[in-house]
C-alpha cells in the first residue's frame, strides 16, 4: 500500500502564496510520475501539474508561470508552490502518485483564495 499524506492548504488573500507538499510512505519502489489535483464544488477534478522522476514537468494554461511543481525524491515529497493566487484557484487540492502503474491519491488539502 501508498499512504500520501498532504499539508499546507489553507486561506489566503489573492496574490498571495502558498505551498503544498506531499509525502510518500509504503510500497513506493517503482514510483514514477507525481501529479497535483484540484476540484472546485461542483466542478470536475482537474489537472494542476505532474513531475515526472526525470523532473519534466508541465501545467494547464490557468496556472502555468504562477505554480511550479518539484520533487524531493530523497525524502518521496512533491510540492506544489502557488503564486499569484486567485479566487478562482479556490479548491480541495489532491496529491496523487503512480507507482508501477497504478495511481494512489492522498486526502486532499483545501485551499481557499479571498478576494
Known amino acids: 500500500q501508498v499512504q500520501l499524506v498532504e499539508s499546507g492548504g489553507g486561506l489566503v488573500q489573492a496574490g498571495g502564496s502558498l505551498r503544498l507538499s506531499c509525502a510518500a510512505s509504503?510500497?513506493?519502489?517503482?514510483?514514477?510520475?507525481m501529479y497535483w489535483y484540484r476540484q472546485a464544488p461542483g466542478k470536475q477534478r482537474e489537472l494542476v501539474a505532474y513531475?515526472?522522476?526525470?523532473?519534466?514537468?508541465d501545467y494547464p494554461a490557468s496556472v502555468k508561470g504562477r505554480f511550479t511543481i518539484s520533487r524531493d525524491n530523497a525524502k518521496n515529497t512533491v510540492y506544489l508552490q502557488m503564486n499569484s493566487l486567485k479566487p478562482e484557484d479556490t479548491a480541495v487540492y489532491y496529491c496523487?502518485?503512480?507507482?508501477?502503474?497504478?495511481?494512489?491519491w492522498g486526502q486532499g488539502t483545501q485551499v481557499t483564495v479571498s478576494s
Open positions: 496523487n502518485v503512480n507507482v508501477l502503474g497504478r495511481g494512489y
Open positions: 509504503g510500497s513506493i519502489f517503482g514510483m514514477n510520475v
Open positions: 513531475v515526472t522522476s526525470g523532473r519534466i514537468t
